[in-house]
């Protein structure tokens, strides 16, 4: 078996703030995703990533940048958080591209104050 | 675009009652359905899929079936434990993006 781990586990930041979320997964899978889930709207696709060094843009990453350095890990950085925002990101891999079958970890929770 | 429509966000039941969630979809072609389910604190996992019409997915205890005609994907359980409570999530494999679309998730609660 393998895990997803997500760090930091909660996130409050500022206004403006430029903020950075970190995954690791130890599946060894191809292909990572970064999610945003808000209450009543379900999961949302923001970036996700075929191979190592490969990023293709979901239907919301504006305002995201994502990094795909490693096979590993995949970062996600909010540009410029948004007052009063309030979400989990969910981050996410499968084995390749073509595998609907996703694992998931358990999320980073951002408050903008 | 391809989308998932769940009509239910909550159910709530009480211990051996039995469960339905509708899902229904809206894509072209023969798109994979699939049930997520979340705990509390955790991330979705896969709960089990389907790819033709007809064809019945299950785990756990709970089965749906891929109907083409009505374009659904019910998620159906005989009878439901406490331990069942979660949200679940109907998700579509989009033809030709790589992506699976997420319904806005069910919130099952059950009361001993």
């Known amino acids: 078996g393998g895990i997803i781990t997500q760090t930091p586990k909660f996130l409050i930041g500022q206004e403006g703030q430029k903020l950075t979320l970190k995954c690791q997964q130890n599946f060894n899978h191809d292909t990572m995703y970064w999610y945003r889930q808000d209450s009543g709207k379900g999961l949302r696709l923001i970036y996700y990533?075929?191979?190592?060094?490969?990023?293709q843009k979901g239907d919301l990453s504006e305002g995201y940048d994502a990094s795909r350095e490693k096979k590993s890990s995949f970062s996600l950085t909010v540009t410029s958080a948004q007052k009063n925002e309030m979400a989990v990101f969910l981050c996410?891999?499968?084995?390749?591209?073509?595998?609907?079958?996703?694992?998931f970890g358990h999320g980073t929770k951002l408050s903008v104050l | 675009g391809d989308s998932v429509t769940q009509t239910e966000g909550q159910v709530a039941l009480s211990e051996e009652d039995f469960l339905t969630i509708h899902c229904n979809y809206s894509?072209?072609?023969?798109?994979?359905l699939f049930w997520y389910v979340q705990y509390p604190g955790e991330g979705p996992q896969f709960l089990f899929r389907?790819?033709?019409?007809?064809e019945k997915g299950s785990s756990r205890g709970f089965e749906a079936t891929y109907d083409k005609g009505t374009t659904s994907f019910h998620l159906r359980k005989a009878s439901v434990q406490e331990s069942d409570s979660a949200v679940y999530y109907c998700a579509l494999g989009s033809s030709g993006s790589w992506q699976l679309i997420f319904g806005s998730g069910t919130q099952l609660t059950v009361m001993p």
């Open positions: 990533s075929i191979t190592e060094n490969d990023l």
């Open positions: 996410a891999s499968s084995m390749d591209v073509s595998n609907e079958r996703l694992f």
């Open positions: 389907a790819s033709r019409d007809k």
């Open positions: 894509a072209s072609g023969y798109p994979a």
